[in-house]
């Protein structure tokens, strides 16, 4: 057990804490496998070219992924007040998130299990 004042613990606690922007997505309807194909493609470039990675990937998750990584931009300028031309992606990852499972019917009264996947998915910035 941690030894001191409860305030000097959250103290402790709270210098330890990570100030890169960085945005998180919850309960994304795409599977995490599907999710790193494209996360994969952007880790570690500048902002500006994975913009521009995932305008033009046909991927669904490229799609939810962009909306992720402008959101982030947003709150390095405004939050951290951050230049956005020396931003770079620094870490992006892809967290298993709850299975919706769903009946489909087969044949002979049969019926198979389909697994609708969702994933977390978090997005981290930092300065070059």
């Known amino acids: 057990m941690a030894k001191g004042h409860r305030s000097q613990i959250k103290r402790e606690r709270n210098a330890n804490k990570d100030t890169r922007p960085s ?3 919850s309960y994304a309807r795409v599977s995490v496998q599907k999710a790193c194909f494209v996360l994969d493609a952007i880790r570690g470039k500048d902002v500006q070219t994975a913009l521009g990675i995932l305008t033009y990937n046909p991927r ?24 956005v031309e020396n931003l770079y992606v620094a870490e992006c990852y892809a967290n298993k998130g709850p299975t919706m499972k769903r009946i489909h019917p087969r044949a002979q009264g049969r019926a198979y299990r389909i697994e609708k996947r969702m994933s977390h998915i ?3 910035l930092d300065e070059r």
């Open 122 to 124: 978090t997005l981290v």
């Open 60 to 83: 669904y998750a490229s799609s939810l992924i962009k909306k992720l990584l402008e959101s982030a931009i947003a709150n390095a300028e405004n939050n951290n007040g951050m230049n």
């Open 23 to 25: 945005a998180k997505l």
